[in-house]
Structure formats: structure tokens, C-alpha cells
């Protein structure tokens, strides 16, 4: 038999059957087949025949190339990886079995994929919050069924598992006696390893078995582990939507990287385990890895030893800002009206007192001290310098610190600007902290030119401010409301945006000379690459909030020596849309000093 005479869509049929004494997963041989049927429609289209008439001696090297050009235009460089990796092993056989005479893929460009890192839930707290939040039944559905939604998110959080191992788990999986539990699971190829389970996950999972109980009755050993609520075993599709609706109901929706769902609950556990000291050796076991090389990355990505050797260099001690501390925690919140937001309960008030911020930055406060309270304008534990506008009722921007500033710089200096309530700057040690209010506009208005304004003085500004801080040795932030939507992921409807203020070509082009050209970093964007959002502005109109139809444009802009020290940040999203007290979220970054 030769290449001539198979035809390619038989010829895939037979190498899946030679594939199934490796024992591969019902999703592994779907993903071979549709990279194979793939690649191959994309060839007879190249070859201009019909897919059926598609012989093995079609599949030159020239016809692959074009073949997986055309099949990549729209998938991800990973996706083209694997399928050129499923197609080499299906040559590969062939010339085996003697029917093609090489292997035409080493003449097919593969694509560089950069190697993925670790995507867990971000924030401190992320994980308790999450858990807390469920445990109250903040999960809004027509059936609710808090134990099994509570049970679902500890176990994968606690064990670090696979989503398909999780939908493989039987009632009987769980043994051992009560204070010494243990879960077995089956992991990727048929290997087995069993995982620990402390009292209080122990705990969740017998209340939800009871649960389960009274719901549907007798519970026996194997049955499925994870049900829904019709009883059955939960799937793939089931498990995903979940989990997507237990991070929204609770708020943190916006901490979860693009792409993850239940994947970023076991990078959430191995990650808490590789900041805790544990191996590389004891996350493998645990995780079910086939070598170290995939447990390392949850090393690196803490690089505990590296940032403590890094932190060793005395360099760093010239970035003090004052106050012995191991970080500097800086906030920013457009607050939409300080006295309303101060009347709120929950408010800003209440937020200011919870706060762990050394540092907040407030924007439209539009007021006046004389019309603030003193717990406002001058609250225990805060240095505040208010900065209202000349015209009344616009604008205004503040510092609120918990040291007395060094020196305090406000406006634009000769420029309309200078009372306009836009623009301060505080020193604080070795770091400039600013509060920045960039005008709104509206297209073909008197606003949009006033913003096109403020823009053409404020870069070379930055330009300068930059070269002075750093000459002195020092850091500097702004921090603030800089109404402008960088990129398509800053906000969730770009496409309907395009004409409108705030997601102008113009305006974008000149955010990117902020970074590009001036050198700056957008650090919450640093630290959370290629991620949706996170948004931190939503109308109040309709239900944006809930639907979390908002926009990225309050950002910490920073120099590039400080924002390399940025340890953790993100949006303070509200739990519901009752507790906001703005249209704008605080947007937080914690960065590591040196005391």
C-alpha cells in the first residue's frame, strides 16, 4: 500500500485506533481528531479537492505549510503547537507502517510559544473571600445549593485537582477515618495518587453529602462525588459554569486571569504552597505532575529567593519613604463627589477606616474644607491636602497620608491648569506620590478640546518629572482617574466605543507615548499581563455593574524603579451594587520597601 492510494480521511480513522493502546482520555483522542480533521480540510482546500479525495501523497511539505497557515490564521500559537505535534506522531506512524516515504512536518515552521506561568486567583485574600462569601449563600440561583457550591471551591482550592479529575471522583474515593481522611485520584493517563484532606475541608464535605441526602435520599459509594442539581454527575460544561457564577456572586470575578475558571483554583493551591515553603518535589506528588519541570514553575512564579537575594542589594535602601515598613501600600478612587461618598454607609468613610493604604488618592471630590466634616477633612491618623478647583462644584483632587508630606507641589505651574483641581503631588521620603484627575470630554464639544489641551502640556510634564525625580534619586507614582481606555482589553464593549471619548485612536496613541515614549509603567497592567480588565469604572446606567460591563481607566502610572517593587494590586470591586459608593472602584497597589 502506498500514499498514493489512502485516502488522508481513513488514514486519520486508523491512527486514532493504533493511538487507543496508549490509553488516551475521550477528550484527548476529540482534541487529536480535530487538529487532524482540521489541518486537513485547510490541506484539500490548499490542494483543491474535495476533503474526501485527499490522498497522503497530497501532503506535501508545501501544501502542510499552507495548510497550517491557513489553519492558524485565527487560533492561538499554542493551539497550532499541539496540532503540529498531533500531526508529526500521525507521520510518524505512517512511516512506520511504510506507506510515506518521510515525515514532510520537519518542513513546517512551529510557532514559539512562550512558556505559560502559573495564573492564580490574585489578591491576598482572594481565596478566603471566595470561600466566605459562598458559606453566606451569596451564590443567586433558582435552586440554591450552598453546600455543594462551597464544597466544590474548597475542594479545589484545598487539593490543587484537575477539573477532570474532580468530575472523575466517586462518593468512595473519599476514606481513611474521621481527623485522618484522604481522597484518591485518578490523574492524567490512569495514574493514581492520594491526596490528604484536613478536618475543616473533611467537614464541608460531610455537610454537603447530608445535603445531598435530604435532596435526593440514599448516597451510595459509587456514585459520582460531585452532583448537580438534578442529581447527576457534574460535567465538564456544568463544573465550568459553576465556578464562573460562584467568582461573580462573590464579587471577585475581576481576580480571575482570562482563560482559567477552575484551573486558576489548583495554580491558586500550589502557589500557596510554594510561597509556604513546601518542594518543588512535594507540589509534584500533590499536583500529579509527571516531572519537576512543571511543579518548578510554581517556584519561580513566587521567586521567594529570588526577590529576598534582589531586595539584599543596598541600592535599594535610597527608595525609603519614611517609615519603617517591609511595603507601601498606595490606593486611588475617583470618589464622585467626596460629601456624598461620605454620607454613604457603607461609604468612604467606612472604607477609609478599613484601609491598610499608607497612601490615598482621591479624584472629583468637588468640594470645598469648609463644606467637608472633620472626620473628612481632617480624620485621626490622616494628613490630608485637599485641592479643590477655582470653578465650584468641578473636579478636585486629594492626598490623604499617614505621614506629614516632605513638600507638597500643586498644578500645572503657568498654564490654565494650575487651579483646576487636576493635578498634586506629595513627597513622601523617597517617593513622589500624585493624584491625577484627567478631564473626561465628549466629542465635538468644548470638553473634548479642553481634555485635547490638558493632554499636549501634561506629557512633556511627565517627560520632566520623570528625569527630576529620578536624578534626585528617587520614585514617583501618579496615581488617578486618567479617563482613557489604553487598550481593546480596558473595556468590555471596545467595539461600540471606538468614536467615543475615552477610547479615541488619538487618546490611546497618546497613552502609549506615556509608556513608550516617557518610560512610565502601567503596574497594575505589569503585574496581571494579557488579562480582561481589571475594570474599575461602570455606569450607573442599566445594569453594568452586575453584568460587569466597565472600563479600565484609573491607573497607578509609575517609574520604572518603582514599579518593578510592585508586589501585589488590582480593583477593590464592590460585593453588590448596593455597597458602592461611586462609580469608580479603589484601585490598589502594594509595593515592597526597604526600611
Not at 109 to 138: F, Y
Not at 577 to 583: L, N, Y
Amino acid at each position: 500500500m502506498s500514499g498514493d492510494a489512502v485516502v488522508v480521511e481513513l488514514a486519520i480513522e486508523r491512527y486514532l485506533v493504533a493511538r487507543r493502546a496508549a490509553k488516551p482520555s475521550p477528550h484527548t483522542v476529540a482534541a487529536y481528531r480535530r487538529d487532524l480533521v482540521g489541518v486537513a480540510g485547510c490541506a484539500a482546500r490548499v490542494s483543491g479537492v474535495d476533503p474526501g479525495g485527499l490522498v497522503l501523497s497530497d501532503l506535501t511539505s508545501r501544501v502542510l505549510r499552507e495548510a497550517f497557515a491557513d489553519f492558524g490564521e485565527e487560533r492561538a500559537a499554542s493551539s497550532v503547537v499541539r496540532a503540529w505535534s498531533t500531526w508529526n506522531g500521525f507521520f510518524g506512524f505512517w512511516v512506520a507502517e511504510q506507506v510515506v516515504a518521510g515525515n514532510p512536518m520537519s518542513a513546517v515552521p512551529r510557532p514559539r510559544v512562550r512558556p505559560s506561568t502559573p495564573k492564580p486567583l490574585m489578591g491576598e485574600d482572594t481565596p478566603e473571600r471566595l470561600l466566605e462569601a459562598l458559606a453566606r449563600g451569596a451564590r443567586r440561583a433558582r435552586d440554591p445549593w450552598p453546600e455543594r457550591d462551597l464544597a466544590v471551591l474548597a475542594l479545589a482550592l484545598l487539593t490543587g485537582m484537575r477539573s477532570a479529575e474532580m468530575l472523575s471522583l466517586r462518593v468512595d474515593s473519599l476514606g481513611g477515618r474521621s481527623g485522618e481522611r484522604r481522597i484518591r485520584v485518578v490523574g492524567k493517563g490512569g495514574g493514581e495518587r492520594v491526596l490528604p484532606i484536613e478536618v475543616p475541608l473533611e467537614v464541608l464535605l460531610e455537610g454537603y453529602l447530608e445535603s445531598r441526602r435530604v435532596r435526593f435520599g440514599v448516597v451510595r459509594g459509587g456514585d459520582p462525588l460531585l452532583v448537580d442539581n438534578r442529581g447527576e454527575g457534574l460535567r465538564r460544561g456544568g463544573l465550568q459554569y459553576l465556578v464562573k457564577q460562584c467568582y461573580r456572586h462573590a464579587g471577585v470575578h475581576d481576580r480571575v486571569a482570562r482563560g482559567t475558571l477552575v484551573h486558576a483554583l489548583r495554580h491558586t493551591f500550589a502557589t500557596r504552597l510554594a510561597e509556604d515553603g513546601a518542594s518543588v518535589t512535594e507540589i509534584m506528588h500533590l499536583l500529579g505532575h509527571a516531572s519537576v519541570t512543571s511543579s518548578q514553575a510554581y517556584i519561580e512564579v513566587t521567586a521567594r529567593a529570588q526577590r529576598e537575594a534582589a531586595g539584599s542589594n543596598r541600592t535599594y535602601g535610597g527608595y525609603s519613604v519614611g517609615v519603617s515598613q517591609s511595603s507601601f501600600v498606595v490606593s486611588s478612587v475617583n470618589v464622585n463627589g467626596l460629601r456624598a461618598a461620605s454620607r454613604k454607609d457603607p461609604g468612604f468613610v467606612s472604607w477609609l477606616a478599613a484601609t491598610d493604604a499608607d497612601v490615598v488618592c482621591l479624584q472629583e471630590t468637588r468640594a470645598e474644607a469648609d463644606q467637608l466634616p472633620a472626620h473628612v477633612v481632617a480624620p485621626e491618623g490622616w494628613r490630608v491636602v485637599l485641592c479643590p478647583a477655582a470653578a465650584k462644584g468641578r473636579a478636585g483632587v486629594a492626598i490623604y497620608a499617614r505621614r506629614e508630606p516632605d513638600a507638597v507641589r500643586v498644578g500645572f505651574p503657568g498654564t490654565e491648569f494650575e487651579d483646576a483641581g487636576r493635578y498634586v503631588e506629595a513627597d513622601l521620603g523617597g517617593v513622589t506620590v500624585a493624584s491625577l484627575y484627567l478631564p473626561s470630554g465628549e466629542v465635538g464639544t468644548e470638553r473634548q478640546e479642553e481634555k485635547e489641551r490638558f493632554l499636549e502640556m501634561f506629557l512633556p510634564y511627565l517627560v520632566k518629572r520623570r528625569a527630576q525625580v529620578e536624578g534626585q534619586g528617587r520614585e514617583l507614582v501618579v496615581c488617578g482617574d486618567w479617563n482613557i481606555a489604553h487598550t481593546e482589553a480596558d473595556l468590555k464593549n471596545w467595539r461600540g466605543n471606538r468614536r467615543n471619548s475615552g477610547f479615541l485612536p488619538e487618546e490611546r496613541a497618546w497613552l502609549s507615548r506615556v509608556f513608550d515614549e516617557a518610560g512610565y509603567v502601567d503596574v497594575v497592567r505589569s503585574l496581571y499581563p494579557g488579562q480582561e480588565g481589571p475594570y474599575s469604572w461602570w455606569s450607573y446606567r442599566g445594569r453594568a455593574f452586575d453584568n460587569d460591563t466597565g472600563w479600565r481607566i484609573d491607573y497607578q502610572v509609575a517609574t520604572p524603579g518603582l514599579a518593578a517593587r510592585a508586589v501585589e494590586g488590582g480593583v477593590e470591586r464592590y460585593r453588590d451594587r448596593e455597597s458602592r459608593w461611586s462609580d469608580h472602584a479603589p484601585v490598589t497597589v502594594r509595593y515592597r520597601v526597604e526600611g
